[in-house]
């Protein structure tokens, strides 16, 4: 069975990230083998002396979520993030995403396992910035983005990381429920449901998580995070319409990159007025960090789509068990087919996209 598994994580971490050379996966094979062989259980870091006490408070509580995630929302019971492993690095992969210049269609990938994906990981930062320079010599814009997690779709059992064990309590809970969440249903080469579905698990996980354990300043800080969450998303869609509908207008493609140079610094002044009205919160700054681009818009929508159509087929459902089973069966629907149900489904009942269910 070894060969195998590291044939498949080279597959699975490929497809997930994308790549079609050998040279990918095999980066892609040892960064995951890397990854796992730093894990060590919980229990063995709290039982460490020499385990920072911080840390071991994020750990006991990182353990305790995890335990609500299976007992309150049926989530697998495996060994992921039963494990923690303390990287080197600050992401535990960075994603190269291009697309043209006068376009919002992303470049993809495809492959066996995950189907087509917009974006290529690495493990080192060099290499994603590598690819990305080919890319860019191509006549693409691209984008390098640090990702603090990943999900192996239940082949592997995940291990929490150095790279996001710090997130404040309710994030971290969101983090583990929408990881999970990946394992009990997904569809290949159809982000928009994969993404939609988690989206809903995790935001009905975190309301019973705070629901139970929360206390007032705990809700209160992690409203005003997902209030900024907000309109950070309504920010980035209101951009993306807006540059959509000047590539499809008539017009010289001297006009489109003109106009795109105008919105995409209306674009840093309206993320600046938002800082203000955060009152100074620059968590979003590091997204700046390259010149904007197209990549940077391209994918964006792949969160977003899909998220009121899960909703709704949640508030529908009569508990999170039944939940899960509809979704696996639409996994294996048609994409189109798979879509036009759940499309439906909101026309139906749009005021439904904002409820969740309450039954465990």
Not at 79 to 97: E, I, K
Not at 109 to 133: H, I, L, N, T
Not at 273 to 296: I, M, T, V
């Amino acid at each position: 069975m070894k060969p195998f598994r590291i044939v498949a994580v080279g597959l699975l971490v490929g497809s997930l990230s994308a790549c079609s050379t050998l040279q990918y996966y095999a980066q892609a094979a040892q960064g995951q083998m890397a990854l796992l062989a730093e894990a060590r259980p919980i229990d063995d870091w709290l039982a460490d002396s020499k385990t920072d006490p911080q840390l071991k408070h994020k750990l006991a509580q990182a353990r305790r979520i995890r335990d609500f995630a299976v007992q309150v929302l049926a989530l697998p019971d495996n060994a992921s993030y039963r494990r923690y492993a303390a990287l080197p690095r600050r992401f535990v992969v960075w994603n190269v995403v291009a697309a043209p210049e006068l376009s919002l269609q992303p470049l993809q990938w495809c492959f066996p396992v995950a189907g087509c994906v917009s974006y290529r990981g690495y493990y080192s930062k060099e290499a994603a910035d590598a690819y990305a320079q080919e890319l860019r010599a191509e006549g693409f814009d691209v984008q390098v983005g640090g990702v603090s997690a990943y999900s192996t779709l239940g082949w592997f059992n995940d291990p929490l990381l150095s790279t996001f064990i710090d997130y404040p309590e309710a994030e971290l809970a969101r983090l583990v429920f929408h990881e999970l969440a990946h394992q009990v249903a997904y569809a290949p080469g159809d982000p928009q449901f994969n993404e939609g579905f988690a989206t809903a698990v995790e935001e009905v996980g975190v309301q019973r998580w705070l629901d139970l354990h929360g206390t007032p300043e705990l809700r209160a800080a992690y409203a005003r995070h997902d209030a900024r969450r907000h309109d950070w998303n309504a920010l980035l869609l209101d951009s993306r319409r807006a540059l959509a509908a000047l590539y499809a207008a008539p017009g010289s493609d001297a006009d489109k990159r003109a106009g795109k140079a105008r919105l995409f610094a209306q674009l840093q002044q309206n993320y600046q007025a938002l800082k203000q009205r955060w009152g100074g919160y620059a968590g979003y700054d590091r997204w700046f960090a390259e010149p904007l681009s197209n990549a940077h818009l391209a994918a964006v929508a792949t969160y977003a789509d899909l998220v009121p159509a899960l909703r709704a087929l949640l508030a529908r459902s009569p508990n999170l068990a039944a939940f899960y089973r509809t979704a696996q069966e639409l996994a294996t629907r048609d994409k189109d087919a798979r879509h036009a149900y759940l499309n439906s489904l909101l026309a139906r009942a749009p005021d439904a996209a904002t409820q969740h269910v309450v039954s465990p």
